[in-house]
DNA sequence: GATGTATTTAATAAGTCTATTAAAAACAGT
DNA sequence: ACTGTTTTTAATAGACTTATTAAATACATC
């Protein structure tokens, strides 16, 4: 039995209910209702049920910027960061199925959480090393004629468009061809061997 | 002038919020506001505000799937296909950026409406005569030996990846890069280009 | 112009939600 | 065991919601 600290388990409850429900179909009732509390601890903790949730979001976006800046560092040649990147990315984003909705969705729905990550991500020194690094990977095979000439951005949306988009649309893979967690799991890693396929090839001379 | 139709006028007013701001956020005092007239006629003309979304969901999906089977039928070659159907597939949601994040959005917060989608769109007969002119056109390119062995699903999965994440993202884009509409344009039409490549050289054997 | 129907309004019921407050309970340290 | 602090609860204010109702207005047809 794990020592109660209501405190974290309104964190737990609420990360769970925003990431399935989003920030306005989750209320601080069905948060305390989950834990089995009093509805006012979520103002006693975090003051307001949107300070709650931006440390909840913060606290994602964080776990999963690292995780993508940590896989590039790893790579030395550009196919295989790609090849890396994805199938990390998969194994982690498959670990957390509805992250890259909530994520994708509230930074859509509310323009204040974009100016955040712009300030926090895009204009930090660890995105522009990032995005340096891998321009470099890309001008390296460009010069040497593997590849085609193209923009590291282009490549990086490429990516992500493909990976973020397999787990945004997997509710409606599983339901309208009536697949069980297995079946999921079988459609996402072959997308996923697929994706690589698509992208090596799609840059290559 | 427009003769005065409320009840329309009420639907378009809904259109856009819905579309803007989502279900929950929108409430019928927010519409009936934006036409100037009075809270109780969306439940006059439409019962329920649930309703009211059913309709334009309904309209705005058969819009968006009529679309896409129609671009198939005028194909000949299957890198026609590709080419013709992403360009139009762009144009159409150039002049309705919001739309993409608009039906994936409900279809992942609501199992209910992927049911409905299941029994209206992809059980239907139009939908099998859709997917198999396409299974046909890369079965024909696989054996002339153009086209790697690919299932016709992925293929159609990549296109409506890339495209559809292009214009979720698209806010993101603009308030990270700081772009005004031109800057978004020219955006769009360059990533248009770019994944017409990487498509068609990514099936390329 | 009277009469029946369709449209629109004002008022409000009944519910939900967040945040606040004061009191109660649990827990320290002495 | 007493005292001060932290945690938790119950109660509730106040602001929204959607939907319903009955009354008022506009419209059409005879």
Redesign the pocket.
Known sequence: MAK????SEIMLAAEKLFIEKGFEA???????KMV?????????????????FQKIFSQKLEHIWSFMTLESNKSISLFDFISRFINAYFEELTTNKKLPFFIINELVINQERRKFIREEIILSDKFQNYYTTLNNLVQAEVKKGTIRDIEPSDLLLHIISLTVFTFISLPLYEDFFLKDDVGVQNYVNDRKEEIIILIINGIRK
């Open positions: 109660k600290n209501l405190e989750t209320s601080t009732t069905d948060i305390t089995g509390c009093n509805q006012a601890l979520v103002n006693y903790y975090f003051r307001t049920k949107e300070k709650l």
